[in-house]
């Protein structure tokens, strides 16, 4: 999206609507571990973790603890595709885990911001179960 300068949403707050961010007492390493735990028992597939700053230490560099969580399911996100395969792009989805100053916090784009930037009209059921899981996960882990 492009914003000129008398747009009446600015960039920012288009972002602040597609991007969530909830923060949790637990560690990065922890956070992460729970929510393999959470997608594991829902039978969705973990792709991988990323752990930047394991790759930054690696490049001789110092970065707090982030990581980002890949993961998905094949059923849903076909769903999505079939519905318009540019969303691929997206897929699968992911949450960044950092920490920011002793404190843990989550971040991941809204799945619903999806249904308007991919005109998804036949897929929006899948959607919604999406952004309902990351609620879901991101309020367990804020308990904790």
Not at 54 to 72: K, M, P, Y
Not at 87 to 100: H, K
Not at 108 to 134: C, K, M, N, T
């Amino acid at each position: 999206m492009t914003v000129r300068q008398g747009d009446s949403v600015t960039l920012r707050e288009q972002q602040m609507t597609e991007w969530k961010t909830a923060q949790t007492g637990l560690t990065v390493e922890r956070t992460i571990a729970l929510f393999k735990t959470l997608l594991g028992s829902k039978g969705i597939t973990v792709f991988d973790v990323f752990d930047h700053a394991e790759n930054a230490r690696q490049a001789g560099l110092t970065l707090d603890d982030e990581s980002v969580i890949v993961f998905g399911s094949p059923k849903v996100g076909t769903a999505l595709m079939q519905d318009n395969p540019d969303v691929g792009y997206e897929l699968p989805l992911r949450i960044l885990v950092r920490n920011d100053n002793g404190v843990t916090r989550i971040i991941y784009r809204e799945p619903e911001s999806l249904i308007e930037a991919y005109g998804l009209s036949d897929s929006q059921p899948q959607v919604r179960q999406l952004s309902d899981l990351l609620r879901e996960m991101t309020g367990r882990a804020s308990l904790s």
